[in-house]
C-alpha cells in the first residue's frame, strides 16, 4: 500500500514538473514572440533608410564644397598644424581623420569627390556593408577634420553609420539584391542584435534629451519654446510669427517634452505595433519638420527622419506592394543567357523599377522568342502573353509598368524619344559584347543576412559603451568615463551628448560686428564692407552665411576656444586679401559681439557689445 501511494507521488510530482516546464516553455515563447515583434525591422524599410542617408550625405558634402578652403584646408581656420596640437583643446588624442592627409584646397577637394563618390554606391546598395563601413571611416574623417563646425546632426550621422555596418541595408532595392545568386524573399522581417542596436541608438537619443530637459521651464513653467524662438541667431521668420501665439508655445511645449518620452516607448509596444510605429513616426517627422520651418539648425532634423525611417513597419510595404501589383500588367522580360551584360541589365532594371515580381526568362528556352532575338539582336518582352515588344520599345513599356516611373515611361513612349531611343538602343545592343567586361565586375553575390557571432560581440559590446556613455551624461548620476572610454569613443566618433535645449534654452545669443581699418584710416564693417552699425540687423539669423558658420563663431567666443580667434583672425585678413586690391588692404580689425539677453515677454532686451578679438593683420594680435 505504501509502495502504491508513493509511486502516485512520484506521478503527480512529474506531472507538476512537466506542467511548470510547459508553463516555462509557453513564457519562453512569448518572450521571444515579443523580441521578434517588437525588434524586428522590415528590409524594405532599411533600403529607404540606406538611400535617404545616403541622400542627405550627398547633400551635406556639397554645401561643405562651398566652404572647403575655409573649413578643411591649411588656409583656412582650423590648418592640420593647429588640429594636432592638443594643447589648445580642440581634438582628441585619438582623434581619427583621412582629411588630414591633405592640406591643399584642391586634394582636399578630390578627397571629398571620393567620399561623395563612396555615397552614391552606398544608395545604389553595391558590396553595401564594405562600403558602408568605407562610408563610415569617411565621414568620421570628415567630423574630426574640424571639429569647430560639428552639430548634433552630425554626431547623429555618424552613429547611424556605425549600426548600419552590421545591418543588411543592401538586401532590398539594392545592386546587390538584384545580383544575389540565391534567394532570401521568403521574409522581409530581420530581427538580430543589430537590429536591436540601431532602434535602441535612435530610442535613446530622444529618450536622454527628454531627461536633461527635466527643468522647471520645460516641466513646470512650459515657456522653452518661447525662449528657443527668441533666440534671433538661429529663428526663421516663420519661427518669428509664432511668437505670437504664447498660448499655443505653451501648449507645443508640453507636447513636444511629452513625445519625446512616450514616442520611444510606443515605438516598441507589444500592443498593436504597426498602428502606433506608423502614428508616432508621422508624429516625429511633423516635430522636426516643425524644428526645420522655425529654427536653423541644419540637418539634424532631416537626419533624424531618416532614423525613424527604420521602424516603419511591413504592413505599409505590402499596401504599397499590393497597389503597384495591381496597377501594372502581366509580362516576361527575355534576355540572351549567353550575354552577361545583358542578364545583369534586366536583373537590375527589374530590381530598380520595382518590377522584383516579374519574371526573366532567356530567350533559348523559347522557340518563338530565340527567333526574334536572332533577326533582332535584342531582348523581348512578352506582354501579357500577347503582344512581342522588342528593342527600345520594350524598354519604354518596362518603365510605363513602374509606378514609381511610369510617367518617364510615357515620355520615353512618345515618337520624338523612340526614334532617339532605338537608335541608342541598337549602338549599345550591337556593340553589348564590348560591356561584358565591364559588367563582369560586378559578380553575382552571396547575399546573406546573417549576423556573425563576432559582430554579434562586438554590437553588445558598443550597445553597452553607448548606454553608460549617455548615462555618465547626466549630472545627477555623478559618474565619471575612463579615459581609455573617452579614447575609444573620440576614435569612433560614438560619444554623444543629447543637449539641444537642455537643460533649458539659452538666453543669450547675438549677433557679430567686425570693425576693419582699411587703407586710409577708413572704418567698416568687414562682413558686410559697409559703414559700421552696431545696430540690431533685421534677420540676425542671415548675418551668418550658413549654419557651421553660424557654429564656428558660436564655439571661438567661448573662453575655452580663445586660442582659435587667431587662426580666425589669420584666416579674415588673408582672405580680404586675395579678394581686394591693395589699395583697400585690410590693416587691423575688432571682432565684437553684441550679446542679447531674452528676457521675459514685453519687456526690453538688452544689449551688451563684447569685444571678442583685436587683430592686427601685420603685428601680433591680442
Not at 569627390?113 to 574623417?141: C, D, N, Y
Not at 536591436?196 to 536622454?208: E, P, R, S
Request: aromatic content about 14%; charged content about 15%.
Amino acid at each position: 500500500m505504501c509502495t502504491i501511494t508513493q509511486n502516485l507521488r512520484e506521478v503527480n510530482l512529474g506531472f507538476a514538473v512537466l506542467e511548470i516546464l510547459q508553463e516555462l516553455l509557453k513564457m519562453t515563447k512569448s518572450i521571444l514572440n515579443y523580441i521578434h515583434n517588437n525588434f524586428s525591422l522590415d528590409l524594405r524599410s532599411l533600403a529607404l533608410f540606406r538611400i535617404v542617408v545616403g541622400v542627405l550625405l550627398l547633400w551635406d558634402l556639397i554645401w561643405r564644397m562651398k566652404d572647403l578652403t575655409a573649413h578643411y584646408s591649411d588656409l583656412g581656420l582650423l590648418p592640420r598644424a593647429a588640429l594636432t596640437d592638443t594643447s589648445i583643446g580642440v581634438s582628441g588624442n585619438f582623434d581619427f581623420s583621412i582629411y588630414m592627409i591633405v592640406g591643399h584646397s584642391y586634394l582636399v577637394l578630390a578627397l571629398m569627390l571620393v567620399h561623395l563618390l563612396i555615397a552614391l554606391v552606398f544608395i545604389f546598395g553595391f558590396k553595401t556593408r564594405l562600403f558602408t563601413i568605407i562610408l563610415w571611416l569617411m565621414t568620421i574623417s570628415l567630423h574630426a577634420r574640424n571639429p569647430m563646425i560639428l552639430t548634433g546632426g552630425d554626431s547623429l550621422l555618424s552613429l547611424l553609420l556605425f549600426w548600419s555596418i552590421f545591418l543588411p541595408l543592401g538586401a532590398r532595392y539594392s545592386i546587390d539584391k538584384a545580383l544575389n545568386k540565391g534567394s532570401f524573399d521568403a521574409s522581409n522581417s530581420i530581427c538580430n542584435a543589430a537590429t536591436f542596436a540601431i532602434m535602441a541608438q535612435v530610442v535613446l537619443v530622444y529618450v536622454f534629451n527628454w531627461i536633461a530637459k527635466l527643468d522647471p521651464i520645460w516641466v513646470t513653467e512650459h515657456t522653452a519654446l518661447y525662449y528657443a524662438l527668441s533666440l534671433d541667431m538661429f529663428t526663421t521668420s516663420f519661427g518669428f510669427y509664432l511668437l505670437n501665439f504664447p498660448t499655443l508655445l505653451s501648449y507645443l511645449t508640453i507636447s513636444v517634452h511629452m513625445l519625446q518620452i512616450t514616442g520611444p516607448l510606443l515605438l516598441l509596444w507589444p500592443w498593436w505595433n504597426q498602428l502606433l510605429r506608423g502614428i508616432v513616426i508621422i508624429a516625429f517627422i511633423g516635430f522636426h519638420l516643425g524644428i526645420a520651418s522655425t529654427m536653423h539648425i541644419g540637418y539634424f532634423p532631416y537626419i533624424s527622419i531618416a532614423s525613424l525611417l527604420i521602424f516603419v513597419p511591413a504592413g505599409f510595404w505590402d499596401k504599397i506592394c499590393e497597389y503597384m501589383a495591381k496597377r501594372r500588367e502581366t509580362f516576361i522580360m527575355y534576355y540572351d543567357d549567353g550575354c552577361d551584360f545583358c542578364i545583369k541589365t534586366v536583373l537590375l532594371v527589374r530590381t530598380f523599377l520595382f518590377l522584383t515580381p516579374i519574371p526573366l526568362k532567356p530567350v533559348q528556352s523559347n522557340k518563338e522568342i530565340f527567333r526574334l532575338f536572332k533577326e533582332n539582336n535584342t531582348w523581348v518582352v512578352r506582354r501579357d502573353n500577347r503582344q512581342l515588344l522588342i528593342k527600345f520599345e520594350g524598354l519604354a513599356y518596362v518603365f510605363k509598368q513602374s509606378v514609381v516611373f511610369k510617367l518617364f515611361g510615357q515620355i520615353l513612349d512618345t515618337n520624338f524619344c523612340m526614334k532617339i531611343g532605338t537608335k541608342f538602343y541598337e549602338a549599345i545592343s550591337d556593340n553589348r559584347s564590348s560591356f561584358s567586361p565591364f559588367t563582369n565586375k560586378f559578380k553575382m553575390n552571396n547575399y546573406s543576412l546573417k549576423l556573425h557571432r563576432i559582430s554579434t560581440a562586438i554590437i553588445i559590446i558598443m550597445l553597452g559603451f553607448v548606454l553608460y556613455w549617455n548615462v555618465a551624461n547626466i549630472k545627477q548620476m555623478n559618474i565619471n568615463k575612463p579615459s581609455w572610454m573617452s579614447n575609444v569613443g573620440e576614435i569612433t566618433r560614438l560619444k554623444q551628448k543629447w543637449s539641444m535645449f537642455a537643460p533649458h534654452p539659452v538666453k543669450h545669443d547675438g549677433w557679430f560686428v567686425a570693425a576693419g581699418t582699411v587703407a586710409g584710416n577708413k572704418t567698416i564693417d568687414i562682413f558686410t564692407e559697409l559703414p559700421v552699425d552696431y545696430s540690431k540687423p533685421q534677420n540676425v539669423a542671415d548675418t551668418y552665411p550658413n549654419n557651421r558658420w553660424r557654429k564656428y563663431l558660436i564655439n571661438i567666443k567661448k573662453p575655452s576656444l580663445e586660442s582659435q580667434r587667431l587662426y580666425y583672425g589669420k584666416y579674415l585678413c588673408r582672405n580680404w586679401y586675395f579678394n581686394h586690391s591693395k589699395e583697400e588692404r585690410l590693416e587691423d580689425f575688432q571682432l565684437y559681439f553684441m550679446d542679447e539677453k531674452t528676457l521675459e515677454p514685453e519687456l526690453v532686451q538688452p544689449i551688451n557689445k563684447q569685444l571678442i578679438w583685436n587683430h592686427d593683420c601685420f603685428t601680433k594680435s591680442e
